[in-house]
């Protein structure tokens, strides 16, 4: 096989990494209207502050892999006794990629019992979601998951 | 009509930490989406969740257009005495909608 000193097969090389460009470009622009990495940074500073975030208490679980994006079972809880000197106050919870980087916030208190939420959210893509907790003691903890997901929400339109 | 669905158990130990169940059946409209027109559908989603015992806000979320339509939430809340645990979902537009449940505490 001396694929490579064919001209016939070099054009069609050429042709297909040209259409495979061209299908991408409509992904790519896409892409730019939704929130990135950065805008959640952003969106987690306009919350929480200037506070310094520590990794740990908090468990956010997620499906690793996500087979439809509009309804995706998360659970997050914080490790907490809940009492009046030692609770949790509040939980946010950040995404990456959908077109606004807020999922929910969660306000609790010692009435709580037990700090631990579960919802169902929507994802646009696979993407990194990020749950923050603030304690009564005034320090913040994070966790966070990464997901694969094959059919996004947000995307399809009205039939 | 908008339908709402709580789970708070009816008996429970003083003390007790129990776990509250809510669904409530509501589009949660992004604002993202277009009609076959083209023209956009505007957002209309429920943007806040309360509960109270007997009066006092034990739980609030606020809500923005990634949760899922048809928003499920379950929470835990301290059995303190007897009463009613009223829940209270607001729209964007709409009437806030309210359920009530009686528990017994023993």
Known sequence: ?159 | MTQALVNVPAKAKRGEVIEIKTLISHPMETGYRHDTNGAPIPRDIIHTFVCRYNGEEVFRADLHPAIAANPFITFFTVATESGVIELAWTPDHGETVTQKANITVE
């Open chain 1, 1 to 159: 096989m001396v694929r490579e000193s064919d001209p016939k097969t070099a054009t069609r090389r050429r042709f297909l990494a040209v259409a495979g460009g061209l299908a991408l470009a409509p992904i790519l622009v896409r892409r730019s209207a939704r929130a990135t990495p950065a805008t959640m940074a952003a969106a987690i500073r306009e919350v929480i502050g200037e506070a310094e975030v520590r990794e740990g208490k908090v468990t956010l679980e997620l499906p690793p892999l996500v087979e439809n994006g509009n309804a995706v079972p998360m659970t997050v809880a914080v490790a907490s006794p809940m009492t009046a000197a030692e609770h949790v106050k509040r939980i946010h919870v950040f995404n990456e990629k959908n077109p606004q980087p807020y999922i929910a916030s969660f306000h609790l208190g010692p009435r709580a019992g037990k700090a631990k939420i579960s919802t169902r959210v929507r994802l646009a893509d696979s993407q990194t979601v990020v749950a923050i907790a603030e304690l009564s003691d005034g320090s913040f903890w994070s966790a966070s998951a990464e997901m694969i997901v094959t059919l996004a929400a947000c995307i399809e339109e009205t039939p």
